[in-house]
């Protein structure tokens, strides 16, 4: 007994050592045997890596170096789980056997708070053995084939003689004794009194059965059994059970042809009762059968540890490896995967009659509630750049807007927002109507153009009655929604399980207040998941009152939202008014039972890959590139943008032409007034001033991303400055501009306010403008100001484009300057210029006018005309003779280069006339230079006034 046990090899499994059965150590006695492996194996690969097994030989003589021993026990998270093996390609230990597959090798992007579940991290464990003649590689290929039950290995093929089928014992000097072990081995056994077929000891009495192949995964308690989670690889899974398309089918609840109801209607509708924390009878809206595997299916895993239960849902589900790609986590690519889905009706949305919902000049403006950290954000901003303005409405802490990791999309054109506490709680209806008021300030008092919502929270533990949990969420983002929609705007919203008459109330009401509903589960949604999305089209007129009802239910939640109160709201459209729609009752019935079925399906696969870690989806790969062909994403990794040298960005955008940006404008003068062919052709702004010692306060700005913002003089000798002014610009902007001071008041009461007000413009985030019409750039200049206006951050500097005259309304330019008083001590007046009212200016503003810029925006032999008798403009060629009254395409238009070359200044000097003081007249001085009755009077002239 005591030779036994000191020969016997010893297998360390945790912190547990076994001792090994004495039949089993015949076949543990190779040329090379391996003792012990490492001690700790982490079966966390999220947190840390797996250390690197290590291997002692054993002390037996060199000349039978003729086999490895296969390693024992099988407890790697490697060896149960394919995705996170070395190499996955197909391995066998024996040939005659084939080959089986392993399932790829993936790794988890990090999911944010929004999605409906976290994802694991991938790790490669690395083998190292010490002291072995076999290549590493190879010896770990047995060993895991033989932990996994996977093809014959060496092992299993050497040992199947110790248990025959019909039980009978092996002759002793059989084929297994000569021909599978070594001399020494059979030597040593024979020694300790081995016979073929029996077990050893003094009676026999050791076991002479192979001691079978461990099933130890994780962190499991030696032997603990799953019931249904049984490790095996028999378990096969039909992959025609499923339907996958990578087109998906979107099905709408036929329109309502009813009014909206009343709020008179609606106060009625509503029902309190007490609280209800169980699902399994709500089967109103479903089919029983359904709800009841669905229960079953979900409890099947409460057993299962979650890091087992990732990894099968990682190999199982078809759609997976899609993940984030370029974008922050997940979300964003279920919006990229539904914005397809639905024909990009959220980023280029049309109305009923199939035109454009945003114009040329206009925005297009979304809301994002309850979505930190703003993956549905930044695919919008990815897809229309900053010609997109967001506002964002989310928890702060922990899972808010995580703007600082938008690389797809850049931030620049989305403004958070958290209400009246700051603290972005939707279940305060106060805070929402404060959003909502700040959302339509900064859109004319219009509204969006559609709105997200993807709210959830933790519900560990009580999977079941999530649909319950969060009752009080899904009302309280309907009502934000209706409350900053514009009419004929879209909205989306994640639900999970709608089986009870309060969840179908919500979504009926949804029906009543658009002209089209649908329930729609994305394929980048997981399927096992309760997850699915309501999409409304097409907000209705006249839907206030539903709005006004959403908002009183929201208020009442928030009375009855204590942890001991036990009153709640049972419904807020009774169950009969919901049969009353036979239409609308059938379709929900429909989509429950439908994806309740698909739910099944997909809970049962995963049930399967959990238990035979050999399965895995083979379509992954293909599905991948075919969804983001069709979404329109390219399939790429996601990076951090590149900041580039300002010098080097500045040549990428002006094409390496920059000798002309030295350039000063000319001066103007009674000659040059005589020159002018065309009045139509001139264009002017009103300069203003920065610091009165600052002597030139003109500059190019210019971005690399963000606050990666530079300015430059346009001189050779001058480099290119970092602006220390609270600046954030799209990468890709190019500008011409000046800093300028506003003031707001006079006197004593006047306050300053730092601003850059925009002249003219090369390139504005990644649209170049520099060969349009000057007009046409302006446009583009104001479109560009209004997206980046950010008036909750006092931090930055605002953006202004500068008002432009035309040369015949010069007039109406004066009427803008008038004498101001500044603030201080001399209480001097100064000529001040009156700048337009903003939606963000909350009182008139003002700034210093130093002089007036004036640009010829037609190129020869072109000039623009104005007709008279038709009462338009038009376009004359001198050359040719021909006129035209659109703007020919080529040759006609100055583009940024001829209007900075042709440039004119007219400084306002302090002998130089504009307004007439108390000791001057309006007559005009004939002193040679240019005064403001000069002006007024040739413009008079040549209009034949």
Known sequence: ???????????????????????????????????????????????????????????????????????????????????????????????????????????????????????????????????????????????????????????TKYSNSFSNDDDEPAESGSGLSMGNYSNVSQKLMASMGYKAGAGLGKNN?????????????????????????????????????????VKERVDWIPECEEEPPNIKTLREWVTEGKKKLTIDDETC?????????????????????????????????????????????????????????????????????????????????????????????EYVLWRKGWQAKGFGFTLKGPNDFKLEDFFAGSPDTFEPHYGVHDDGDIFVPENVRSFSKFVKSSTDNQGVHFVMADGGFS?????????????????????????????????????????????????????????????????????????????CKWRRPDTKDIEDYMYELCCRFKEISSVTSQVDIAEVVPLEVI???????????????????????????????AQNSELYEERQSNLRKECLKLWKVPDLARLDPKRPPPETKFKELTKNEVSYFERR??????????????????????????????????????????????????????????VTE???????????????????????????????????????GKVSVKDKHYEERMKWVQKFVKALSKPSRNDLTPLRAKEVFKLPDVESLFERISWKQEKGASRNMRLSCTVPQEPRDREEKHFSATGVLFYRTTKEPWHEEYSSSSQRRYYYNTMTRKSDYEMPKYGCAATFKDCFQTATLWSWASNVQI??????????????????????NFVRKRLGK
Request: with cysteine; proline share 4%.
């Open 1 to 155: 007994h005591h030779k036994l046990t000191r020969n016997a090899s010893r297998i360390t499994l945790g912190f547990w050592t076994v001792v090994q059965a004495p039949s089993l150590a015949m076949s543990m006695f190779k040329a090379k045997m391996l003792s012990d492996t490492s001690e700790d194996d982490t079966d966390n690969d999220h947190d840390s890596p797996k250390k690197a097994p290590s291997f002692r030989a054993a002390q037996v003589p060199k000349k039978s170096a003729a086999y490895s021993m296969p390693k024992l026990g099988g407890d790697d998270e490697d060896e149960e789980d394919g995705s996170n093996t070395d190499d996955w390609e197909g391995r066998s230990g024996n040939e005659e056997t084939g080959k089986s597959k392993k399932a790829p090798h993936s790794s988890e992007d990090s999911e944010s708070a929004d999605s409906d579940d976290s994802d694991e991290g991938n790790v490669t464990n690395t083998w190292s053995q010490r002291g072995s003649r076999k290549a590493p590689m190879a010896a770990n290929k047995k060993r895991k084939n033989f932990a996994q039950g996977g093809s014959e290995s060496k092992y």
């Open 205 to 245: 009495q050791g076991i002479s059965d192979i001691i079978p192949t461990s099933k130890q995964r994780g962190r499991r308690g030696l032997g603990l059994s799953m019931e249904g989670l049984e490790p095996s690889a028999d378990v096969k899974w039909d992959f025609e059970k499923e339907e996958v398309n």
């Open 285 to 377: 809206f479903c089919d029983e059968e359904v709800l009841k595997q669905i229960i079953e299916c979900k409890s099947v895993f409460d057993r299962l540890e979650p890091e087992e239960m990732r990894r099968a849902r990682t190999r199982s589900n078809p759609f997976e490896t899609i993940r984030g790609g370029i974008f922050l986590n997940r979300a964003a690519m279920k919006m990229a995967n539904m914005d397809s889905a639905f024909d990009f009706m959220f980023t280029s949305p049309v109305d009923e009659n199939g035109d454009p919902m945003v114009g040329p000049d206009d925005l297009l403006y979304f809301a994002d509630v309850c979505a930190g950290p703003g993956g549905f954000s």
């Open 459 to 535: 519900v560990e533990g009580q999977e079941n009655i999530q649909e319950i949990l969060s009752k009080q969420l899904y009302l309280c983002q309907f009502y934000t929604a209706l409350s900053v929609l514009r009419t004929g705007g879209h909205f989306v919203c994640k639900l999970f399980d709608i089986f009870t008459v309060y969840s179908v109330g919500l979504v009926y009401l949804m029906y009543r207040a658009f002209r089209h509903v649908s329930i729609f589960k994305p394929n980048t949604s997981r399927p096992a998941n309760s997850e699915r999305y309501i999409v």
């Open 579 to 609: 049969n009353d729609d036979a239409v609308f009752a059938k379709y929900i019935r429909e989509s429950n039972d439908r994806l309740g079925r698909a739910q099944i399906t997909h809970l049962t696969k995963i049930r399967a890959f």
């Open 665 to 722: 404008p000319d001066e103007l003068t009674p000659k040059f007034l005589e020159g002018i062919k065309s009045l139509h052709d001139y264009r002017c702004v009103v300069c203003g001033e920065w610091k009165p010692s600052l002597r030139d306060n003109k500059f190019f700005f210019l971005s690399a991303g963000r606050k990666q913002v530079y300015k430059w003089t346009g001189m050779s000798t001058d480099q290119w400055k970092k």
């Open 726 to 764: 609270g600046l954030e610009l799209p990468a890709d902007t190019l500008f011409y501009g000046e800093m300028v001071q506003e003031f707001a008041g006079e006197g004593r009461q006047q306050k300053r306010f730092n601003t850059i007000h925009v002249i003219d413009a090369l390139v504005l």
């Open 915 to 936: 307004l007439p003081t108390r000791t001057q007249s309006e007559e005009c001085p004939n002193d040679g230079k240019v005064h403001r009755m000069t002006l007024v």
